[in-house]
């Protein structure tokens, strides 16, 4: 008996610890420098580290030869709104989502002209919040 009261407060213990640390990185957002980075970190565990997508449980499109990404604003958009079963990454900051906007425009097979800029994105922010806050529920 006293073993399993060891592991169920050892499990607390550790589901708090995640718990606690998924909260300090909502409020002290992502530490990743690089749009590889944010890209290896956060976008390839759907969009594959190939950037090729999958299906399974749910459908990850590909962003890898992707025409779509022909217009900047496009990937800067779904990641600052969220698009069907993908989230929102508004959490990121404006150079961060720079960054892998320009990483993915420029990699796996796309060669697209010209950056984003932060400040490209920062202009951005303010249609998004509010479109969210004319989102019902």
């Not at 607390?12 to 530490?31: E, K, M, N």
């Not at 390839?44 to 449980?57: E, N, R």
């Not at 892998?100 to 097979?109: E, P």
Request: with cysteine.
């Amino acid at each position: 008996m006293k073993k399993i009261i060891l592991l169920i407060g050892a499990a607390a213990g550790l589901s708090s610890t995640i718990v606690g640390v998924a909260s300090a990185q909502r409020f002290s957002g992502y530490p990743y420098q690089t749009g590889q980075e944010v890209y290896e970190h956060i976008c390839q565990g759907c969009h594959m580290p190939d950037a090729k997508g999958a299906t399974g449980a749910g459908t990850y499109p590909a962003l890898a030869s992707n025409p779509r990404l022909q217009a900047g604003v496009y990937p800067v958009i779904v990641m600052l709104r969220g698009q069907k079963a993908m989230p929102s990454f508004a959490d990121l900051t404006d150079k961060q989502i720079a960054d892998v906007t320009d990483y993915i425009r420029t990699h796996f097979g796309n060669q697209y002209p010209g950056t984003i800029t932060p400040d490209q994105v920062g202009k951005m922010r303010p249609q998004q919040i509010k479109r969210d806050a004319q989102r019902p529920g």
